[in-house]
């Protein structure tokens, strides 16, 4: 049951890429909220320079990330283009735990 | 790419590694037997695109020739000693390489060279660590 629980989380959360180095956190935010609510935003700083690092990961309330993706992906923020996908995988290996053994009952 | 950090003390072999393949498998493990902690293990499979910006990371940090261009500043980086070890390998378009040194301890007076891994590990740390707290809701310490 853990298992079902933990592929929930994550299922949400984009990955926007290319973004403009000086790009403001309230910028990006006010493109992307366009889509639904935004639940958390990791918008990483390159610790250097303090600029922004050049990707974010941004995890949806409900099910808008496959909006934000389609119309998104390809786009350009302040004449830059940037890459919209989702951060995880959705078609994972699923190791199929629940193996019955088989039990020959002899009738 | 793998990151190992570590160290041997009161608490046992206390460590936080992660790797990355090229297939987007995101491995971390974290042991701490302070208060009886057991050890922690997550894999995920992350896409493309985010594979990507780590190896841009990597990439625009230079760290692949660092080796081959400065091999007498490597050479004196610190080596692991008591406080610990720090481990940095990568394989990328054709190359590889792997550093191993102490922890890093003040950055005032740090070798030029051992800065540009210094902020890669903290770049590559964050990005590990954002993507372990969305989908696992954990936050590793970071006490490097």
């Not at chain 2, 042991?31 to 625009?60: A, C, F, G, P």
């Not at chain 2, 003040?106 to 770049?123: A, C, F, I, P, R």
């Amino acid at each position: 049951m853990e298992e079902a629980k933990e592929t929930k989380l994550g299922e949400n959360v984009i990955c926007v890429s290319g973004i403009y180095e000086e790009l403001q956190e309230e910028d990006l935010l006010d493109i992307f909220t366009e889509f639904g609510p935004i639940k958390t935003l990791h918008f990483n700083i390159d610790k250097r320079t303090g600029y922004a690092k050049g990707y974010a990961f941004i995890e949806y309330e409900k099910q808008n990330a496959q909006k934000a993706i389609d119309r998104m992906n390809g786009e350009e923020i302040a004449g830059q283009k940037i890459k919209v996908d989702w951060a995880f995988k959705k078609d994972k290996k699923k190791k199929h735990r629940r193996r019955r053994s088989r039990s020959r009952s002899r009738s | 790419m793998r990151y190992y950090v570590g160290h041997k003390g009161k608490y046992g072999h206390e460590f936080l590694e992660f790797e990355v393949n090229s297939e987007g498998r995101l491995r971390y493990a974290n042991n701490s037997n302070y208060k009886s902690e057991t050890m922690i293990r997550k894999e995920v499979y992350l896409t493309e695109v985010v594979v990507e910006v780590l190896q841009n990371i990597i990439k625009d940090s230079d760290v692949m020739d660092l080796e081959k261009e400065h091999p007498d500043a490597v050479k004196d980086w610190p080596a692991p000693d008591r406080n610990g070890k720090q481990e940095l390998e990568i394989i990328l378009g054709g190359q590889d390489t792997k550093f191993t040194t102490s922890k890093f301890s003040s950055l005032v007076g740090m070798d030029e060279h051992l800065t540009t891994l210094y902020y890669l590990v903290q770049d590559i740390k964050s990005l590990i660590f954002s993507l372990l707290n969305l989908k696992f809701r954990i936050n590793p310490i970071n006490a490097n």
